[in-house]
Structures are given as structure tokens and as C-alpha cells.
């Protein structure tokens, strides 16, 4: 539908691991997502879609390892997303995500911080006018 606005609040002193997958359809709808807001979490396998225009998707997630997959089908739309924690420990990589753009002045922002291992990010982009910002600590 449109015009729409979901917050999830998860687990704000950490919770165990999880897979989530979160779909907006639609036009000028709005999500938050937030996992671990003050204390690492498990670890996290997160799956986002945005099919429609002028569509916001901001998350937020502290956990000791996070994968992100974000697929966005439109025009205008904003995904926002944050990975904080302690980033896994020697045996394990850091957090990961993988995006696909399709559409117009579409603006992807990525912050990704962890303590121990190398993060990375993968973006694809197909069409005009799209702002990506990527910052890896």
C-alpha cells in the first residue's frame, strides 16, 4: 500500500540471532528497523525489498556479525543502514552487505563499524541520478 510507517524496536540489550526479511510495496511509505540499539547482538541475516517510489527504509543493527541483502525496484527511494558491534571474532568476517538499485535518483547511505574483521559491500546499480555513500571502519 502507500503512505505507510513501520517501526521494529529488537532486543535493545541484544537478543540471540535472527533472520528478517522486510518488503515495502508501494509508494511513500516508511521503515525503521533497530536490533541491539545499546549491546551487541547475535548474529543477523537481513533481507530488505522496496518495489514502488519515494520510499524510505532506515536500520539499524549492533550485532557481533550482520548480512544485509537490500533490493530496490524504483524511483526515489532511501535506504539507509548502520551495522555496529564487536564484528564476529578471528574465525569469523565482518559484516556484509549486498544491494541492487534499479530505478532513478535512488540514494543508498551505508556505515558499517566493527572491532575485529574487515567489513564489505557490494552495490549494484541500474539507471540515473543514484547517491551512494559507503563508510567502512
Known amino acids: ?25 508501494g509508494s511513500s511509505n516508511q521503515t525503521t528497523l533497530n536490533i541491539g540499539t545499546t549491546h551487541d547482538a547475535g548474529n543477523y541475516n ?9 520510499n524510505t ?6 550485532s557481533k556479525k550482520t548480512d544485509d541483502t537490500f533490493t530496490v525496484t524504483g524511483n526515489s527511494n532511501t535506504v539507509t ?16 552487505i549486498t ?4 530505478g532513478n535518483s535512488n540514494t543508498l547511505t551505508v556505515s558499517q563499524d ?10 549494484n ?5 543514484t547517491t551512494t555513500n559507503i563508510t567502512q571502519h
Open 81 to 96: 543502514t548502520t551495522q555496529i558491534g564487536n564484528n564476529g571474532g578471528s574465525n569469523s568476517r565482518g559484516h556484509n
Open 1 to 25: 500500500g502507500n503512505s505507510n510507517q513501520t517501526v521494529l524496536n529488537m532486543g535493545n540489550f541484544g537478543t540471540g540471532s535472527g533472520n528478517y526479511t522486510l518488503g515495502v510495496t
Open 57 to 62: 527504509m532506515t536500520n539499524t543493527i549492533n
Open 114 to 123: 566493527g572491532a575485529t574483521n574487515p567489513n564489505s559491500v557490494t552495490v
Open 99 to 102: 544491494s541492487s538499485i534499479i
Open 46 to 54: 537481513f533481507t530488505g525489498t522496496i518495489t514502488g517510489d519515494s
Open 125 to 129: 546499480v541500474t539507471g540515473n541520478s
